[in-house]
């Protein structure tokens, strides 16, 4: 923690001497200038590429050795002695090497004989010199001698057997040589027909893999695999007898071509990036896009390779051309699958027919120039569809000012996804290929079944785990990464509760029906007509996950226990269940406090209009504004309105009882109290000094109580009113705006009249000025989107259960989450609470505060120039500008919210904090687990205090708000005095009272740590540079006088303060460490 | 006797007599001709005025003892009452007491001799701390809406009283010079002067400079054309050196690490 103290970015100015900035400039340079401007569209995004490029690209020297290695591993490929024939159902001669293919049906005629290799090439991205440097894959492709080769080996996957034998033999022979360290199988695109093997050298080069492929050595002739031929035999796959149906078999026909096919593949793309160096540049860039976005995972995924041949078809129609930059290419990349259509209109080639005949048999058409293989074959549509969204979205983010890292550094993971539906691996055993071929009914159901009620359905498909060579292959049940469904729902309709079909006599009624099934039933509307409907008796944010499980088992025959959701798990956080404590008071509410809200909002409302109506006051109430986050629903736990209650002592105030807390005596019940600021109409006759602004203030709180009081039960202090109205305790305070310039104007000797801002002033100005301001904005935000109140309520019960209350105010919490919401990019904005809350620990996980501000741009007023003008101003004033810095539209320049904390330790620790969690939460959601509970997330680790304080619960009126907190059985003793016009103790929470004074005298010394909702600890952590001896001052503080002059701590008798000034309420003081002892 | 203003004596105070460790305070002398004055630092948050007057009472007869947060931070209390008290002086503060005679100085010097720690509550007067001192903190925060409605309007009404006497003071000397012979230019009359002001007076200057531009032309000879071409291409350099910079920084930051 010592070492984030003095971390600030050392600023050098960018200073150019003046011979410099004005010597004559070279032809080069002028055009290099402007160049920058129109092909890149600024310098920034040009030097970004660049540094991108050099970090993304296989260096020349890595290359040199991988080159020998691939020699020495050519040669010994290619002395791999040959084998006798055997049959092709007999795997004894590979020795311990397990057959890396799943043999359903097990027999197959045909002979396997093993001959070396004809030829070795290096095939793919590592040729081409477009592959990563993270993960480096080296493509060779042996060549079959034809001598292995017998007639109909393209028949029953006769060839693909042969293939992994083959290939399985060479596996065994290197698994013994000193070249190779590690050898593994794995499914190429997780198809499980293509088993290839995984080469892993020694040391230096450990980090690369080599993939083994094999193909023929004579082609087999193309027109056996026109999609619409048969080459699986019904009858040899289901062991009948029955008359042969010839169904086609266009997948299993193009995984054929695929071998034959790479050579001429990497012709063309070598021919399109010979002396086009940007092309090369746009495929890494592109290929880190994808891997971003994880759209390169799984089986039928926009592989690098389908990238790369897209671009070498926008070269051949003329859509990019070899003067552009890597830039434009990319730019011109997402353009054109943003715009295309490849379901309906398929791209590759101009011969409609051969088009026309892939689309019958393939959902994504995308073929090669000549018409021969669909390259997106096993590519969902739905996966095409995020594609192209993720596509249209990163082309508009390119244009924004931080458009770069959004694109191409900000990782984009799968889980922080709507709502996600994971299909596992307990489906009912019917063999085959169960999932690739469940693919395509299992999203026509969901994309029906859920009709309007989502905007965006994506898919994760499925992959497999390498496996060593001396195991078996995994079946389609063992997959290491389930099949998932992402969800972006569509608010307005999401959670309907009824499903509106077509009228009942028409013919559609029967397709409804059957797809339905007999949740339908037939409905009168009001308009009178009768129509098929399905109506879903659960709660309406349920409603989408009930859908899924009835479309999927009715339609697929998928049981709900194979599904596992993720979706609002994370608002068991907030509610409170409703229930009656001592003395009968209620606290809680029954389902996530909305309703409470709701209640709270309207009570406001009439409020707000029964003050501007106020008939005495000389002047008339122009403008009320509540600024309490209740009000915007982002209080974690709202106070419910109280109901009768029994008191324990009162004393009457101005005819007003009120209740008073009594030690020894229970505590009363917590009260939080809205908060509502009125401004008057304008007048000159105010007085400018603020001593009598403080007393005319209370003056018309006065008379404000006067006139309200026969309507509520209301009392005055001097400068706020107490008020109940429902139920709801509101607390009203005058203010006059003005009152910021008297306090800013001060007299100068010579007379002259200066303002300046002093820290009065600047306290005052946030409460009166921009409170308010702010608090409208947000009201915005939490009208636009619904869940944002939720998941501000569940960021802060997490922060304050990470005991981190007290150091990151709400209105920061807000922010954020409001910057989450509203500038989503990579994302789309989060369509509910848990989504929101993913995002927002990844967000402060990940989000570079030190260098970049948080600019939080409300109604979409900010332009790129102002934009960019608050990043410069920041950049150049970092050093004044707090940890966290947040600007918004009324705050362009500083950022008023934040200074007060986090500290930069405290900055560190949250960011760790959500690291965990985030690790936590993922795991739970992704480990397809029936229970998420995230309630585990909220237990604290108390490892890092120095002391902990333990406070007598009995005493601390929110530990009802606690995980931990378990009511005891008691009687309720009756108490006798009942009332019901009686103000309850508000805002009374002697925890927060403790910590205030514990802040007053020892925040020189230490921090506190504590959990407002209900904790009932305060961890102490000693400062690091407390304990250095300090010369001697008056102002020295809780200290001790050394020999030598200087002062220490000291540390007994403050741990001796911490129990007195905590009397009544400390139970126990631990002390963890020594740290103090010098 | 020289440095006996430097001195800082240490006197040890107890909490309760149960208390297992002690509070040093800090005094040191700050008497000057006619005033008998002991500055009290590192004065625990319990302690208030009443208790520091008991315990320095037993020296000699006090005249004033006064708690301040910091040493040289007087706190203006002439306009706050008990209805609008002066916000509560929290955590550890100091005090000056003022003794009548040098006699309590000398008494208290000599009470320091001793090692043993003044307690600061016995059974008659407890401290009121924690969670005593929230309740009745609580219930003293509510004030008598009578007595505060009285106690505004007689303060307001005594404001308004002065500020119309000012008012009637200013127009009464309005034009008049004083003893020297200078007029006092005010807002009022024909020729009312423009208040003295910051804002005023930066408008005025941006006045004259906007003035001054307006005089200058632009792109009428050769050289001022080559000039501004030459701007240009200096400003385009300077933006790249800039992001340059930037990149630099960003690349510190590990920011070009996209796996």
Known sequence: MESLENEAIPRKKSKLTYSELYKPPTNEELTNLHETTSMFGSNLVKLQIKEILAEISISKKQRLLIDDYLHSLHDVIMAVPSREQTTLNDHRWLGNVRFPFVENPRRVKGNMIFMAPVDIKVVGSYQLDTGLNQHVDVDLLIVMSQACMQEKDIMNQRYFRKRASYLAYIADYLHGNDLVSKVNFSYFCDETMKPVVHVTPHDPLKHITIRLHARPEVDFKLERFLPSKNNVRWNWFHESKDEEPFHPTPHYNNLMLMDQLMEPHLTLLHQSSKDFPEFKNAIKLIKTWLHQRELNKGFGCFSGFIASMLLHH??????????????????????????????THGIGTNNETILKEFHDHHEVV?????????????????????????????????????????????????????????????????????????????????????GHRVVLCGVRTHSYKQWSINENPPTWYQVSTCLSFGLNLNEDFAFDQLEKGPSADSAEATKFRDFWGEVSELRRFKDGSVCESVLWGVGGREVPTHVCKHVLLRNCGIPPS??????????????????????????????TGDEVVTTATRSYNELARTLRDLKTLPLTITHVQGVSPVLRNTEVYPTPPFETIRVVRTIEVGGVKREIPVPGEPCPAFTQPIQ????????????????????????????????????????????YIDLIKDGFVFRISMVYPREVVVLQTHRTKEGMVRVRD????????????????????????????????????????????MMLSGHINDEVVDLLCSFIYLSPSPYNTPGSAQVGFLRFLHFVSTFDFNS???????????????????????????TSLPPISIMNNKDRLASPWSTSGPSKIILRRMKDLARISLVKMEGQISGADKDINFKTILNPSLSAYDVIIRLKSQWLPRRFESEQYKPLKRNNTDCSNVCNDCLPVVNFDPMQLYIDDLKASFSELAMFFYDTNGGCLVGVLWKPTAFQPKPFNASSSSCILQQDGNVVPDVPSVIEDFKILGDGLVDSIDLISNKWKI | MENQNNKVYQLKIKAHASCSSCHTLFITNKSKLNEHVLLVSNIPPYCNQHTLHRLFGKCGNLLEVRVQKHENKPINDDQTSDNFPPPQILGYKVAFITFQSNKGINEFIKKTKSTDPWLISNESTKLITGLRRWCLDYIHEQPDPDKLKLEVDEYMNKYDAK??????????????????????????????????????????????????????????????????????????????EEDKLRIQAMKEARKFRPF
């Open chain 1, 758 to 801: 002093t820290k009065e002033s600047i306290e005052l100005e946030k409460n009166i000025v921009k409170l308010p301001q702010l608090s409208s904005l947000l009201q915005g935000v939490h009208q636009r989107f619904h869940s944002f109140g939720r998941c501000c309520r569940v960021t802060k019960r997490w922060i304050n259960s």
């Open chain 1, 366 to 450: 995308f073929v090669d120039g000549e018409g021969r293989i669909n390259f997106c074959a096993g590519m969902p549509a739905l996966l095409y569809d995020l594609v192209r969204h993720e596509a249209e979205s990163s082309l508009t983010a390119l244009d924004s000012p931080q458009g770069f890292n959004v694109v191409f550094i900000v990782c984009k993971p799968k889980l922080l996804k709507q709502l996600r539906v994971s299909i596992d691996r307990k489906l009912a055993d019917t063999g085959g290929q169960y999932i690739t071929s469940m693919i395509t009914s299992m999203s026509d159901a969901l994309v029906h079944g859920l």
């Open chain 1, 314 to 343: 926008l070269l051949t129609i003329n859509k990019i051309n070899n003067t552009m930059s890597s830039f434009q290419i990319v730019r011109n990349f997402f353009q054109f699958i943003a715009t295309s259509d490849w379901k």
């Open chain 1, 852 to 878: 970049t501000p948080v600019v939080v741009d409300f109604n979409d007023e900010l332009t790129n120039e102002d934009i960019n003008h608050i990043h410069t101003h920041f950049l150049t004033n970092r």
């Open chain 1, 676 to 719: 509502v600021q009125c401004s008057l109409e304008g007048s000159g006759s105010w007085p400018q000094d603020p001593h009598a602004l403080r007393r005319l203030k209370a003056a018309f709180h006065i008379a404000i109580v006067d006139e309200l009081k026969p309507l509520f039960p209301c009392v005055t202090s001097q400068s």
């Open chain 1, 562 to 591: 194979a599904l596992s959701f993720s979706t609002n798990q994370v608002e068991d956080l907030i509610t409170l269940p409703r229930k009656r404590i001592q003395y009968g008071k209620v606290i809680g509410y029954s389902g």
């Open chain 2, 163 to 240: 500020v119309k006497q000012e008012q009637e003071e200013e127009i009464a000397n309005d034009g008049i010079p004083d003893d020297e012979g200078w007029v006092k230019v005010s807002s009022r009359g024909r020729n009312a002067g423009v208040s003295r002001t910051e804002t005023n007076q930066k408008k005025s200057k941006r006045k004259e400079k906007k003035k001054r531009k307006q005089n200058d032309m632009f792109s009428i000879y050769k050289y001022q054309i080559r000039e501004s071409k030459r701007q240009k291409i200096a400003e385009l350099r300077e933006k790249f």
